[in-house]
Nanobody
Framework: QVQLVESEGGLVRAGGSLRLSCAAS????????MGWFRQAPGKEREFVAA????????YYADSVKGRFTISRDNANNTLYLQMSSLKPEDTAVYYC?????????????????WGQGTQVTVSS
């Protein structure tokens, strides 16, 4: 059984930074892609970033490119999302996710496992 547990989010002022982590347990193969998504009230869940280690690749939504960095520590089975220059429009519940196949993906329906989500609120 796969479990993904996000760290606590928080309240940050615009322009600030926050790092999210996601601890994975169970049969998460190190080669499988993992990603972050977010969902704001009244909106669909949207792709934020994804990472695959072999071969190495990262993908970002245009809205976060240059501000967010996804990384992964396979030795500790942990996924990270470093968020900088945060904006009020980044306010959402953030979810980590994992796939069971080797191809990287940006659509939430293509991910098989999900964390419970963590709230990130950016004040103006």
């Amino acid at each position: 059984q796969v479990q993904l547990v996000e760290s606590e989010g928080g309240l940050v002022r615009a322009g600030g930074s926050l790092r999210l982590s996601c601890a994975a347990s169970g049969r998460i193969f190190s080669s499988y892609p993992m990603g972050w998504f977010r969902q704001a009230p009244g909106k669909e869940r949207e792709f934020v970033a994804a990472i695959r280690l072999n071969p190495y690749a990262t993908y970002y939504a245009d809205s976060v490119k240059g501000r967010f960095t996804i990384s992964r520590d396979n030795a500790n089975n942990t996924l990270y999302l470093q968020m900088s220059s945060l904006k009020p429009e980044d306010t959402a519940v953030y979810y980590c996710a994992a796939r069971k196949t080797y191809t990287i993906a940006t659509r939430y329906l293509e991910y098989n496992y999900w964390g419970q989500g963590t709230q990130v609120t950016v004040s103006s």
